[in-house]
């Protein structure tokens, strides 16, 4: 049974250019939850998909940011035109339902992005 | 929207002593509250949770109490291990809720 999959584990990108992050949930998991953790803090929630479907983004920064989680593939995090503030630990969750009422949140290992 | 407080931020006790974590929560309708353990390098993984139904619930060392009138829960580790130097981070949620909100974590050190 594997995991939720996350790649790149590690990404350098330079001011300006854009990060693609790829996240597969657990088999027969279609609940995507994106948490962002900043070097030496907590996770904060960015952004909650089901297929096709953004059901919460109130995490998510307003600019440069979007998500989506289609029909066939994995759910990708895009960071337009990052900025040195963007640096951080970016994890993917999935659940088989709502958080809140199935439980356990089952998370990758994280990407970790840098921006030079 | 609900807001998670969790203290002490880092916490180093001595090998077979307790370690003890707690948090506060804001939004009354919070009814699930889990604990995850983050070890270096890695993604959260859950390790005991809680709902509002009841107040105390064990797994061997790990301990979890829930005082719903004061908002306040807490993480007991006792016989502390090695292994159990990590980051803990509790959270809430409740049944209609579309995330899980996140404390902002304790650093445990267990000293030999």
């Known amino acids: 049974n594997a995991g939720v999959m996350q790649n790149p584990r590690h990404l350098v990108r330079r001011r300006g250019q854009e990060a693609r992050l790829r996240c597969s949930p657990m088999k027969g998991h279609s609940h995507v939850y994106w948490y962002r953790q900043l070097p030496e803090e907590g996770l904060k929630f960015m952004v909650y998909l089901q297929k096709e479907n953004i059901i919460d983004e109130s995490g998510m920064p307003k600019e440069r940011f979007s998500a989506e989680f289609p029909k066939e593939g994995p759910s990708i995090l895009r960071i337009q035109q990052v900025v040195r503030g963007d640096s951080a630990a970016y994890f993917c969750?999935?659940?088989?339902?709502?958080?809140?009422?199935?439980?356990?949140?089952?998370f990758g290992e994280g990407s970790r992005l840098t921006v030079l | 929207g609900e807001n998670v407080e969790q203290h002490p931020s880092t916490l180093s006790v001595q090998e077979g002593d307790s370690a003890v974590i707690k948090c506060t929560y804001s939004?009354?309708?919070?009814?699930?509250f889990p604990w995850y353990k983050q070890e270096l390098g890695k993604g959260p993984q859950l390790i005991i949770d809680?709902?509002?139904?009841?107040g105390e619930k064990k797994d061997q060392r790990i301990a979890v109490t829930l005082n719903k009138t004061a908002k306040h829960f807490s993480l007991h580790i006792t016989e502390t291990q090695p292994e159990d130097s990590a980051v803990y981070f509790c959270?809430?949620?409740?049944?209609?809720?579309?995330?899980?909100?996140f404390g902002s974590g304790t650093r445990l050190s267990i000293r030999p």
């Open positions: 959270a809430a949620s409740s049944s209609s809720a579309s995330k899980i909100i």
């Open positions: 809680i709902r509002s139904n009841v």
């Open positions: 939004d009354s309708a919070s009814n699930y």
């Open positions: 969750a999935s659940s088989p339902g709502l958080a809140g009422v199935t439980g356990e949140l089952f």
